[in-house]
């Protein structure tokens, strides 16, 4: 087989190119004044967003180690049943971070989750099972950046799911967990990528939510939604332009169930599936947030 195996890239070098294994080094590449905005499990959380930027980088003298000094502005939001509406909650920290083995494959970076790992696993125990397919592909969400990582299914019952790319230049731009005993399809955790700067190159919205309040760009009286209550559908009217807005819907216990862009072309949703109830509806943008309270029957 190692011959074959040989034969194969002596014939095949563009196949092999064209599928570049990134490395620690290459996936962990920052520099300062980088910035990157994360969000937790977009669809199933209310508003939420990890922000970091680099201050600072260290390389060791042998140069297999890297550190970076980051800065972390993080935001959560909750529903608050009493006000009515969503609470944000805001704070900021520094830290350091620390990166070895920078010329490894980035398929060794968690060694649990490695294919030799999984495999070492199922060879020490008859019931162990696993399933892996790995990802290498130029992401287009990321501005066609170089992208490796793969889906892993542990187990046959109650599987875990996990879900995880690393993007050239970007660290880890996707980290998702589906824990089939916790009886729910919903992610523990789902960490994504939306927005990044790198130099003068920028790929993304930037959430730009702060704790001093929003700028007004559109009020109350700019969003007509009727009829209300409502069985099926929802109209949504838009009475000026409003660019990058986010129509969500978030439940009694504060769960999102349900998120997507809207357009001044767009003309409502259909909610004729929700269970009937109080929800709260949100109209999002880069800098505001406005809640409406909706009853479906």
Known sequence: MRYIIHILILLFPSVIWSQEILTIREVFDFNINDEFHFTDNEGYRPPNARRIKVLDKFLSTNLDTISYKLFYDVYSSEYNSQLDRLVYNFDTLTDIVIYANLDSSIYTYYTDLSYNKLLENQLADSLYSFDYDSINLLNQELCDVRTNGYDIQIGEFEPSFYHIEFSKGLGETFNELIEGSSGSDHPLFSNRLFYYKKGEITCGIPDNRTNTGFTNTFSLKDIKIYPNP?????????????????????????????????????NGIDISDLTPGIYILTCITENEIHNFRIFKY
């Open 230 to 266: 409502t069985s099926e559908f929802l109209n949504i009217q838009i009475q000026k332009p409003i660019s990058n807005l986010v129509i969500g819907i978030i439940d009694s216990s504060g769960k999102k169930i349900l998120t997507t862009k809207f357009t001044n072309e767009d």
